[in-house]
């Protein structure tokens, strides 16, 4: 089984910074070093959207919305993965979730359809 916990969440004021985490719990013999790793964001009213993802080897793949302001990360060691989340602005404001899937690659990485294992949430609001 594999449990995921976000935290780092927060109210920051537009053109901050702030760096969500994401701990894996896994129990058993599950083994997550290939896994896809990845965060989405939500707001009520909308559809999830990924925001970028984490290939196995270290691929990043972010979405439109993040390139040039966003990086994700992860520490194997620590079993966590990050946001660096750089010049927000209000429209960043939603839920944000980490998800992974078994998968070291592949397509539609930034599809929340293709993650089975997802966390809680961490609200982000930033402020004008």
């Known amino acids: 089984q594999v449990q995921l916990a976000e935290s780092g969440g927060g109210s920051v004021q537009a053109g901050g910074s702030l760096k969500p985490s994401c701990v894996y719990v896994?129990?058993?013999?599950?083994?997550?070093?290939?896994?896809?790793m990845s965060w989405f964001r939500q707001v009520p009213g909308k559809q999830r959207e990924g925001v970028a993802g984490?290939?196995?080897?270290?691929?990043?793949i972010y979405a439109d919305s993040a390139k040039g302001r966003f990086t994700i990360s992860k520490d194997r060691y620590k079993n966590t993965q990050y946001l660096q989340m750089n010049n927000l602005t209000p429209e960043d404001t939603a839920l944000y979730y980490c998800?992974?899937?078994?998968?070291?690659?592949?397509?539609?990485?930034?599809?929340?359809?293709?993650?089975?294992?997802w966390g809680q949430g961490t609200q982000v609001t930033v402020f004008s």
């Open positions: 896994v129990s058993g013999a599950i083994d997550i070093s290939m896994n896809t």
């Open positions: 998800a992974t899937r078994e998968r070291a690659s592949g397509t539609y990485i930034l599809s929340p359809r293709e993650y089975p294992y």
């Open positions: 984490i290939e196995a080897y270290g691929t990043t």
